[in-house]
């Protein structure tokens, strides 16, 4: 078949598609339905082509979700401890009720906006693993110019600026193996919903069930920036467009150590920053003469290299995050840490490990300068 010059190609950009949905249900208890049944029937009814994969969000402490086969590795907090952010390694056995864990979890937070951010971290994670498992080579978001510019406004305002340039790109290949597309990012939260209805999609669409949709303006970061954004938007319309246009100007720093990466949300994080943290805080993280000790008797490193980990060794929980989870982390209640997602802990575990090798051994390592 020959087309004319003027006519156009229709080029099928994507071959094939994958629907992934994040079941928050278990989140909220029995209240409220599944959405995960009714989009099923959706997708089925309107989209046959496509295939649909659901998981709860409780899944995340079982695999394929986490890494370790034997036990679940979880954080527990250090009594008797003059810095907050001490922790050991523990290996419990797999939650018999996943979901009453994930209530205890964000039970336990005391603000909305560190709930809000958690929330983000976990189903991050899991899209990306069930990307890499399918063999998806892009993850695309719904993410509207709207919703980006609240991103913008707030993740700084969260100290999320050194990797912001990263958590709001089209693509996103540089800090995952799994490139991050948002095809409607150019388009207005407003645009999206007429053209919803003059379509007919928003007969297709479910309740919105997350933190913020029945709090106030004021619970969290996000609620009020949003708030902030639309009356903007409002009055003055050129308000969205502005923020996206300084959005896309943003570059990541050119000393990003991309294969540092937080143990929360997974984005890199400048070196220094326990240093820098030091200049700008009052807490001091002493090290006891017992506890000097025991990391002496661990320096061989053949315990902390079991599968099980070592169980006595403190670790600092802010040598593997960034600075915005850290200040999320001082609204974390102790019994918090001990309902992290198991792959958490086993990033913390493994990276105090590798910091403790790498200073038993550095005097022996020669400089390249």
Request: proline content about 6%; hydrophobic content about 35%; aromatic content about 8%.
């Amino acid at each position: 078949m020959h087309t004319l010059p003027n006519e156009k190609k229709k080029i099928q950009v994507v071959p094939e598609a994958i629907v992934c949905h994040l079941d928050e249900s278990p989140l909220w208890g029995e209240t409220n339905p599944s959405s995960a049944d009714l989009l099923r029937q959706t997708i089925q009814t309107h989209y046959p082509d496509f295939e649909f994969i659901s998981h709860a969000l409780d899944d995340v402490f079982c695999p394929p979700f986490r890494t370790d086969s034997k036990a679940l590795r979880s954080l527990a907090g250090v009594e008797n401890a003059d810095y907050e952010h001490w922790v050991q390694c523990a290996s419990t056995e797999t939650p018999s009720d996943r979901k009453r864990s994930l209530q205890a979890l964000f039970g336990s937070i005391q603000k909305t906006t560190a709930k809000e951010d958690l929330l983000w971290h976990i189903k991050m994670d899991m899209l990306l693993t069930v990307a890499r498992r399918e063999g998806c080579t892009y993850i695309f978001f719904g993410d509207s110019a709207t919703r980006q510019a609240i991103k913008m406004i707030s993740w700084t305002a969260k100290g999320r600026g050194y990797s912001l340039p990263l958590d709001i790109s089209v693509d996103n290949e540089l800090t995952f193996d799994v490139g991050i597309m948002r095809p409607m990012k150019d388009m207005l939260s407003k645009e999206i919903g007429l053209y919803n209805y003059f379509s007919g999609i928003h007969r297709l669409l479910l309740p919105p069930y997350h933190l913020g949709a029945v709090m106030p303006a004021k619970s969290s970061i996000d609620r009020l920036t949003e708030g902030f954004i639309n009356r903007l938007e409002r009055d003055f319309p050129s308000t969205v467009s502005t923020v996206c246009r300084t959005t896309l100007k943003l570059t990541p720093s050119k000393d990003m150590d991309y294969q540092r990466s937080c143990a929360l949300c997974l984005m890199p994080y400048p070196a220094g920053i326990a240093d820098w943290r030091k200049h700008i805080t009052v807490t001091e993280v002493p090290q006891s003469k017992k506890a000097e000790k025991r990391n002496e008797s661990c320096g061989s490193g053949s315990c902390c290299s079991s599968p099980e980990g070592c169980h006595d060794q403190k670790m600092d929980v802010n040598q593997s995050i960034c600075y915005s989870c850290q200040v999320d982390l001082k609204d974390y209640r102790p019994e918090t840490l001990q309902y992290l997602p198991p792959r958490v802990a086993e990033r913390v575990v493994d990276q105090n490990r590798e910091r403790r090798l790498l200073n038993e051994i550095k005097d022996f390592l020669i400089d390249d300068e």
